[in-house]
Structures are given as C-alpha cells and as structure tokens.
C-alpha cells in the first residue's frame, strides 16, 4: 500500500470516531511512522510502504482512534516559541496557557534578575519558557507528582536552562523555601463532577491530578493563593490560570490574602482565564 492510500484508510478510521481534525492526525501520525515530516508526506504519497511501518502506523491510528492525544502519541507539543516533550504524567500545554506567559514577559520588560516560583509546574511549560526569554532569573518549579518533574527537567535541559531552574517534589502545603518576585500557577480547578464530562482526549488519557479542584474546584486555587501569599515578596506580582466560572470567587479570595489586583484576561474563547495580581 502507498502512503496516500493508508493515509485515506486512516481519516476514514478516525472519522468514524468522529474524530475532526482526521486528515490532519492521520498526516502527523504516517509523519511518525516513517520518521519524517509532514512536508515529506505530502511530496511522496506515492510511495509503498513496508509492512513493518504499515503496523506501526495502523497502531498509531487505533489509539488516536480511542482518543489518546496527539501529543503523548508524538510525545511533544508547541508552546510559546518552544517545543515540550510531554507524555501521559503531564498535563497536555494548552495554548490558553499562553497568556500566562506573556503577561509575565510583559510586566517583567525592565527587569534584570528576578526570582521566580512556578507552583503547579507540570511540563514547565510556563516558567522554562520565561526562563528562555529572561536569561538572568532563576526559577523554582514545584509538583506532587515525580514523574511530571522528570519531564520538566527534560525540558529544562533542551531548552538550555537547567543550570537556572531548581524543582522540588513536595506537596504544596509542605512547602516553605525562598522569597520570590514573582508568582505563577496554572493548577487543577475543574470541579470534580464535572471531570467526567470532558472532551475523551482529555478525561481518558490526562492525569486527574492536574485537573481535579475538588467539589468546588477551587480547593488547589485556594492552597496556591494562601502558600502565595507567604512565599511572596511585597510588591511580589502573581499571576494565576482560573477556571472560565471563577473569576469572582478568585478575586475575593485573593483580595483576602492581601493581593491586589491588577487586571483579569480572556482566553482565546473569550472566558475569564488569568488573573494578574501584587502583594501588598
Ligand atoms: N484548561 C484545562 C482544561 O480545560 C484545565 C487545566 C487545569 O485544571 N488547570 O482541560
């Protein structure tokens, strides 16, 4: 069979899933396969293919058929202007998340050194990709989880920032070093029963300890704003990933650890996603 037609064969499995980004996942999955890039694909689709890379793709296809995400299959995921190794211990970086980076580019334009605390920090998505843009801070990563830190170090290192990122394993409550400039966080605030309810790429295969709040998914926001509260320092700036629902309630959560608060942004769908704040 030539690359073209296992391709057709492909869209057509993963549009019985009603799966709507079918060509461009089958294209991005035979890329994989045969260990080239999609330029390659599009140029040569009339070449056969061998048996053994025929399976490997068929298998590609059948999971991305039971909805596992592109990016644990590909194992990377743009972000900001950096590519992320990602696999099934993290949470998948959402372009949404991007605005937390550019609003901490944005207020740190004149800066020269800055300490900087990532709670939360998964991939590292966030704060390696400031680490990368800010050559002279020096950043601080927590996370419960081992394995979501192993990548983060991964990334540190293809990003060329290890030397100025210290990750720690610790539950956020346990956790009482430094004095930082500058807070961020995107951390679990979906609902817990509302998690069933999320798209199958997300519920089957991201790790729930990166998305569940509790009842009222907001009892993570709640332990980063206190925690934030007592590593920052005055004038410290946080900014902080919400929920589209949780703006008010954030807001006075904050305002009641002493934060005030500058501005709240939209995401790209238009819904309440980051709230930028200073300790005073
Ligand atoms: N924005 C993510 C989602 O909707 C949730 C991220 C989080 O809980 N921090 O899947």
Redesign the pocket.
């Known amino acids: 069979m030539n690359i073209k037609l296992a391709i057709e064969d492909g869209i057509n499995i993963l549009k019985d899933k009603k799966i709507n980004t079918a060509k461009l996942d089958a294209e991005i999955l035979m890329a994989k396969a045969l260990k080239k890039d999609r330029k390659y694909i599009i140029l040569n689709d009339n070449n056969d293919l061998n048996g053994k890379i025929l399976n490997y793709f068929y298998k590609l296809i059948n999971e991305r058929a039971s909805y596992k995400p592109i990016a644990y299959l590909i194992n990377k995921k743009f972000f900001w202007k950096n590519e992320f190794f990602v696999n099934k211990h993290t ?1 998948i970086p ?1 372009p ?2 991007e605005i937390l980076v550019e609003q901490v580019l944005k207020l740190t334009k004149q800066k020269n050194k800055m300490n900087i605390l990532d709670i ?1 920090v998964g991939s590292g998505c966030i704060i390696l990709s400031v680490l990368k843009e800010r050559k002279n801070f020096l950043g601080t990563g927590i996370d419960i989880s081992k394995n979501a830190l192993e990548i983060c170090k991964i990334n540190a290192k293809r990003l060329k920032v290890d030397q100025r990122i210290k990750l720690y394993k610790t539950n956020i409550d346990k956790f009482e070093e430094g004095n930082y400039d500058l807070i961020i966080s ?5 609902k817990k029963f509302v998690l069933k309810y ?1 798209e199958s790429d ?1 519920i089957k295969f ?1 790790p729930k300890l ?4 509790g009842i009222d998914g907001l009892s993570e926001i709640r332990k980063v704003i206190i925690k934030s509260s007592e590593l920052i320092k005055k004038n410290g700036k946080f900014v902080l ?1 919400i ?1 589209f629902n949780q703006k008010n309630k954030v807001v006075k959560l904050l305002k009641e650890k002493g934060f005030y608060i500058n501005c709240t942004l939209k995401d790209l769908a238009l819904n309440d996603r980051c709230i930028v704040s200073t300790k005073i």
């Open positions: 949470l959402r949404d998340t939360g995107n951390p679990p605030y979906i999320l997300v991201e990166a998305l569940d709040g990933e929920g």
